[in-house]
């Protein structure tokens, strides 16, 4: 495995932990983003991601349940370990440099992970100005949820050295990465990503295939989907639904409390890639509605205090 | 609540369950059955409860995940409690009257269960006769999983005494009772309904409307549908499938393992009820083809010892 520098493209919620979990894993980080703007909110993203990473690795002292897998190999780790990773969670935050200059973000990178808004117009134009920065030899990776890499990879210089590296939310805990090339992509170069997955602290989840959505929200949605028949034909109260699901399975918490997790935003934005969702007739109109509503009065999931259930705020 | 005497029409997998829960719970229990081979069939099956029911009871003296919530409110429990009950199991398997005969069936029951096999002529010609048999005041309740009770209401002769309540296999473990109502049923029946489910250590799920699947089949069968189109579309390994979802919601197994514990019958038997499956080339009709090699194999899922996943046979 080649990799030493990275850059990560984009600095969103997920942009940044990726940004952050790569730097923590030792690796020489810099983050591009579109314009000064976007530096100014990038960098009190990660002064809090330093902040959880020091306060869970602290919490991971006393509390078993503040274990995160990204953080560390194993839960059996002593207070003075702890305190070493602690001082590299500080090195990663003073060494993760930020630049709005596609010169300077490409010139070293061994690896790009594309971590930009959802906009096909935004990559292709952002794979296109990048490619001519960017060393022959260079990996690029979209972490894109909902675009498949074959409809890109043209676009990159480098189709053959493309293919998608998906992250999941809170990245220091929930440590997957599934991995998906388009037809063109080379086996050698999937292979690296699978071991760079490996060096930080990812369990690597392998799609043999193109899959739009690949496992997770494959599996997910239509589950999703079904629990939002039943609320919005209130087929049972929203304890009840969730309550038979985990009854049923042994599951830590039904969807209804999932889609609060996830936020009702992002479900929303899910819901509208849906065709049918244009007739407010249809179940999935009337879902589209019924999150909007939520939405409108700031019932947006947890992160509010309130989604579908109500939560207490944080203090 | 005033249900005293029980009848249960079917003593099948879920039948005799039923049947023996009920009677476990301190109910008198009659079994209805078509014909003296069903009666052949059955005795052996309530005698393998009663052996189950004695062994999990044993096993709660030492193990903590032999709880089963339907034997015993709580986990926290002496051993002569737990002996105390098994006297209660002997008392059940020795109570249970079997009969081929409508009237005595019929005579005595304040609540028939009907569990018969899911052909709906036969269900309805069962109806037809029984109503004849059961006094006027009798409550008549479906255990049927895919169809709905207003398809059969007016079969009864007491259409508002009739919901469907739907227990789940191994019901003295996975103690769930779906409660539905078609628009029809008396509002004093489904509460009644409720009653007797707690009295039988069920916990009641109540759905507001009819919903073909219930609640639990809703969410269930498309989330199953989703992971078979994954297999069939090959783009990850069952593993990785399976992994993917224990490690972004935490459940204890995935959907392929999942399939493999309901049995490839049944799942191909739920396939068969989508109309796309006859087209060979769609996604169904490439999943059914999947899952009938698999049965022709006789890889039918964890009670053959293999499904998708291989098992260590029952010694």
Chains 1, 2 share one sequence.
Do not use: C
């Not at 894993?25 to 983050?31: A, I, L």
């Not at 109260?237 to 830590?252: C, R, S, V």
Request: no cysteine.
């Amino acid at each position: 495995m080649d990799i030493k520098h990275v850059t990560v493209a984009g600095a969103g919620v997920l942009g940044s932990q990726i940004a952050f979990q790569i730097a923590y894993r030792g690796f020489d980080v810099t983050v591009w983003l579109r314009s000064e703007e976007s530096v100014d909110r990038a960098r009190p993203r990660l002064e809090r991601l330093r902040r959880t990473y020091l306060e869970t690795l602290e919490a991971m002292k006393t509390d078993t349940n503040a274990y995160s897998r990204g953080l560390v190999d194993s839960p059996h780790v002593t207070a003075s370990q702890l305190d070493q990773l602690k001082e590299r969670v500080e090195r990663a935050a003073g060494s993760i440099r930020l630049t709005t200059s596609y010169e300077e973000a490409g010139r070293q990178a061994d690896l790009l992970i594309e971590a930009i808004s959802e906009n096909p117009d935004d990559k292709i134009a952002f794979y296109e100005k990048m490619a001519n920065h960017l060393p022959e030899n260079a990996i690029i990776a979209t972490n894109s949820s909902t675009m498949v890499p074959s409809r890109f990879a043209k676009f990159t210089g480098r189709p053959e050295r493309y293919l998608a590296m998906h992250f999941a939310n809170q990245i220091w805990r929930r440590n997957t990465a599934e991995i998906m090339g388009h037809p063109g992509t080379s086996k050698e170069v999937f292979d690296e990503i699978v071991e760079f997955a490996k060096a930080i602290a990812m369990i690597p989840l392998v799609l043999h295939k193109e899959q739009p959505g690949y496992i997770l929200n494959t599996l997910l949605i239509p589950f999703l989907a079904a629990a939002e028949q039943l609320i919005v034909d209130e087929v049972a109260d929203i304890e009840t639904i969730d309550k038979t699901w985990m009854l049923a399975t042994g599951a830590p918490v039904g969807p209804i409390r999932s889609m609060d997790i996830i936020g009702l935003r992002t479900m929303f934005e899910i819901g509208n890639l849906d065709k049918r969702a244009k007739d407010p007739g249809s179940v999935q109109g009337r879902i589209q509605r019924m999150l909007k509503q939520h939405i409108d009065r700031g019932e947006t999931g947890v992160e509010s205090g309130k989604g579908f259930y109500s939560y207490q705020k944080r203090v």
